[in-house]
């Protein structure tokens, strides 16, 4: 007696090395996401740098003299109180009329 197989389904074999392939791909995938995160977030925190050293300069020219903290530049609203902090947790201070984060 002949057996009719229905040749249109996938075989557990194909299945498998399908899941084994997605998987490869996840475990190399991952990783790597996690270490631009990281750099995202210091380049994140060098364009605020750069944003609060302008606003620096903005008020420099403004009253002739270098703010002495990052509260003049938000009472004088250069910045915004949620501007202080870098999204890595870092709070940027000034230090010789630059802005740094520490």
């Known amino acids: 007696m002949k ?4 040749k249109d389904a996938f075989t557990l074999i194909e299945m498998l ?12 995938i991952i990783p790597n ?9 210091t380049a994140g925190c060098d364009a605020q ?4 050293d302008s606003q620096i300069e ?17 009472s004088e609203g250069y910045i915004k109180e949620n501007q202080k902090r870098c999204k890595s947790g870092d709070t940027i201070s000034i230090t010789n009329g630059e802005a740094i984060a520490n």
């Open 3 to 6: 057996k009719n197989f229905n």
């Open 33 to 41: 996401i996690a270490k631009q995160s990281t750099h995202i977030q």
């Open 17 to 28: 090395l399908v899941l084994l392939i997605i998987s490869l791909l996840l475990i190399l």
């Open 58 to 74: 903005a008020y420099s020219l403004k009253f002739n003299k270098k703010p002495s903290s990052i509260e003049e530049l938000v």
């Open 49 to 52: 740098l750069k944003m609060v």
